[in-house]
T-cell receptor, first 112, second 113 residues
């Protein structure tokens, strides 16, 4: 069985300050981990993915995430938030059998 | 390359009716997954099809069904609609060569009155 826990349902930051969105997972095998972003009334867009290569993964729009097996975490970070980053973010684990499990999502608010 | 296309984008039905939603994946993608998104339950996996076969299934009642055609296009059907079926239904396609990377459509927003 696999599961994903996004530790914060809402995160609010000021423009230009760092962003940290937290994700813990559990899986009985080596999973593939992803972060997706969803803007209002849109589908999800892939930000970045971890598939057992480098533990520090760089994605689009300046986001990156670090896979820490010992902590079963895959936190998403960005050094400087932009207003356009305001959206909902999903951490996802996908098994090698193709089954996907989504976290509950974190809503990021960026204040001017 | 064209993205994932879902039709219709918006629809309104009444309780007891049935609905069929369509998803055209990215050309060359053979896997199509369906998800239900609601404010209360979040994003929930419905089922996944690969080469016309259902490969994975989530925990939804039998009123929710799907199929995939030989051209990889997929449809999902919900029969005997309930108010709680109001949701954004998202479809995603993926390539066999890139495990797990999902490409999403913009969704079909279903309202059940």
């Amino acid at each position: 069985a696999q599961s994903v826990t996004q530790l914060d349902s809402h995160v609010s930051v000021s423009e230009g300050t760092p962003v940290l969105l937290r994700c813990n997972y559990s899986s009985s095998y080596s999973p593939s981990l992803f972060w997706y972003v969803q803007h209002p009334n849109k589908g999800l867009q892939l930000l970045l993915k971890y598939t057992s290569a480098a533990t520090l993964v760089k994605g689009i729009n300046g986001f990156e995430a670090e896979f820490k097996k010992s902590e079963t975490s895959f936190h998403l970070t960005k050094p400087s938030a932009h207003m356009s980053d305001a959206a909902e973010y999903f951490c996802v684990v996908i098994s090698n059998a193709g089954k996907s499990t989504f976290g509950d999502g974190t809503t990021l608010t960026v204040k001017p | 390359k064209a993205g994932v296309t879902q039709t219709p984008r918006y629809l309104i039905k009444t309780r007891g009716q049935q609905v069929t939603l369509s998803c055209s994946p990215i050309s060359g993608h053979r896997s199509v997954s369906w998800y239900q998104q609601t404010p209360g339950q979040g994003l929930q996996f419905l089922f996944e099809y690969f080469s016309e076969t259902q490969r994975n299934k989530g925990n939804f009642p039998g009123r929710f069904s799907g199929r995939q055609f030989s051209n990889s296009r997929s449809e999902m059907n919900v029969s005997t609609l309930e108010l709680g079926d109001s949701a954004l239904y998202l479809c995603a396609s993926s390539s066999v060569e890139v495990t797990g990377e999902l490409f999403f459509g913009e969704g079909s927003r279903l309202t059940v009155l």
